[in-house]
């Protein structure tokens, strides 16, 4: 599987349109299908914004070695770590109430399924 092929298939598997995964990375939709095409080579600064903005493992994307989204997990944490410091401390403050209901509603959940 070349380069290309691991891009359109990271993408694949982050549910995207080629508009949306292109906007995320800054790039136009039809520089993209040129790449998902193989008729353009892929750059090491592409590899970057890729790996950065969606979590994908750069050395999977470069190799095809180990796993497509290695670290996605801390990559969700960054991600939410870094919207939440942007937000006024009214709205932080918004945010860990609304997390604390999710929490609770996680709660009733799993013990209901515990129920059955």
Do not use: C, P
Not at 65 to 76: I, S
Not at 90 to 114: G, P, T
């Amino acid at each position: 599987m070349t380069i290309n092929e691991r891009i359109l298939e990271a993408r694949k598997s982050l549910d995207l349109s080629q508009i949306k995964f292109a906007q995320g990375i800054k790039i136009s939709n039809g520089y993209l299908a040129s790449i998902e095409l193989q008729n353009r080579k892929v750059n090491d600064r592409l590899i970057q914004l890729i790996s950065t903005t969606y979590g994908v493992n750069e050395e999977w994307l470069r190799t095809g070695q180990g796993d497509m989204f290695g670290h996605y997990d801390d990559f969700e944490l960054e991600q939410l770590t870094s919207i939440y410091k942007k937000l006024d401390a009214d709205f932080q403050h918004y945010v860990i109430k609304q997390l604390n209901v999710l929490l609770e509603l996680q709660e009733v959940k799993d013990k209901k399924m515990a129920e059955e």
